[in-house]
């Protein structure tokens, strides 16, 4: 559902315009459903900003933010900024993922994920047909202290000339 959901926002859709696409995305389900919205994406796709409200459909038993809330705010954020960035020679899939809560998520919680063009340029030029890089967030509330970070790993594969 995920892969499909954003591709079509990304591939079918090229002619609408940045903003729209983000409208779109906000009503992905699982963010739709969760309270979070992109806030920002730059037109280049090294930026993106989201945030998570608290509401009572994403409290947990103690009523601060649902983790799995916040995980799905950080989820497919970086394996959908490579896909357009590196372009169609290659597969980006995700491998693995790690959060640590630090603090209680009450209020607004909020993102920012960057991938740099150094980064970009060192997985097209590494000469491996397939690589495994990580990827840091940290979430932070209101106040700009640190509630999670999470880590997620991406397998990172070139695709074969004849696919491309």
Not at 112 to 120: A, D, I, K, L, Q
Request: proline share 5%; aromatic share 12%.
């Amino acid at each position: 559902m995920k892969a499909r959901f954003i591709t079509f926002i990304f591939e079918a859709l090229p002619e609408i315009p940045n903003h729209w696409r983000l409208y779109l995305w906000n009503l992905y389900p699982p963010f739709l459903f969760s309270g979070i919205r992109i806030r920002r994406i730059s037109s280049d796709f090294t930026l993106c900003e989201l945030t998570l409200t608290l509401h009572w459909w994403n409290r947990n038993y103690i009523g601060t933010m649902f983790g799995g809330s916040i995980y799905s705010m950080c989820d497919p954020i970086h394996m959908v900024m490579l896909m357009q960035l590196l372009g169609p020679g290659y597969l980006v899939r995700d491998k693995g993922a790690e959060i640590r809560f630090l603090k209680k998520g009450t209020g607004r919680a909020s993102a920012r994920f960057e991938v740099s063009p150094r980064t970009v340029a060192e997985i097209w030029n590494e000469p491996a047909e397939v690589q495994e890089r990580r990827f840091s967030v940290l979430v932070r509330n209101d106040d700009d202290e640190v509630i999670a970070e999470v880590v997620k790993v991406l397998h990172i594969r070139r695709k074969p000339a004849k696919a491309r």
